[in-house]
């Protein structure tokens, strides 16, 4: 039973355009959201966090929105750039559950120069 | 500087041995956590560790065991592997309190058993 998943699994995108990732959890008790990058060969790089209390936080270029009401967060990339091409999952934690993440199974983002 | 590292980054073994994956973290962290990204790619926590209290995942078996000799280390220990442990292990850390849960991960040790 997956609580978090992220139901693309690839995206193409053109350079300099947006590039939009989704999320989805089940899990009311999740209290804070994450997004990881990950590029082949290497441990995912934490790239951008909210906590449950908010709806929007913003960071550079990539900024993440929550719904808490639709349980559904999103990462926005602006403007997107060959570098961004990775995997980033979508992770949650519930903090009184020992801070595990919960990761969704990734989207492959393909950003075209 | 690495501020997580694991070793090795490969381990090819048989069914049935014993071995260890090794992690340090240079961070000042508190917290230390497995990982496993299984053939699927999906990554599933197998244990998150502090030195006051150690949390299992109910789906790991108990062949896998987290060993702390302080507190920038944590290692994986697996007893008689079997074909299914084929994975990449992760290990992370954290430092927790206030508002701060990233989690850093190392890079990934690719185990397979034969």
């Known amino acids: 039973d997956q609580q978090v998943k992220q139901n693309s699994p690839s995206l193409s995108v053109q350079e300099g355009r947006i590039s939009i990732l989704n999320c989805d959890y089940t899990n009311s008790m999740f209290d804070y959201f994450l997004w990881y990058k990950k590029y082949p060969a290497e441990g995912p790089t934490f790239l951008i966090s909210i906590s449950s209390i908010k709806d929007k936080n913003e960071d550079g270029r990539f900024t993440v929105f929550l719904n808490k009401s639709a349980k559904h967060l999103s990462l926005h990339i602006v403007p997107s750039q060959p570098g961004d091409s990775a995997v980033y999952f979508c992770a949650a934690l519930n903090y009184n559950a020992g801070n595990m993440l919960t990761f969704g199974g990734g989207t492959r983002l393909m950003v075209k120069p | 500087d690495t501020a997580v590292s694991q070793t090795p980054k490969y381990l090819v073994t048989q069914m049935g041995n014993d071995k260890s994956i090794k992690c340090e973290q240079n961070?000042?962290?508190?917290?230390m956590y497995w990982y496993k990204q299984d053939s699927k790619k999906f990554l599933k926590i197998m244990f998150s560790y502090n030195n006051k209290e150690l949390i299992i995942n109910e789906t790991v078996p108990n062949r896998f065991s987290p060993k702390s000799p302080d507190k920038a280390h944590l290692n994986l220990h697996i007893n008689s592997l079997e074909l299914g442990d084929s994975a990449v292990y992760f290990c992370?850390?954290?430092?927790?309190?206030?508002?701060?849960?990233?989690?850093?991960f190392g890079p990934g040790t690719r185990l397979t058993v034969t």
């Open positions: 961070l000042g962290h508190d917290t």
């Open positions: 992370a850390s954290s430092l927790n309190g206030g508002s701060l849960y990233e989690q850093y």
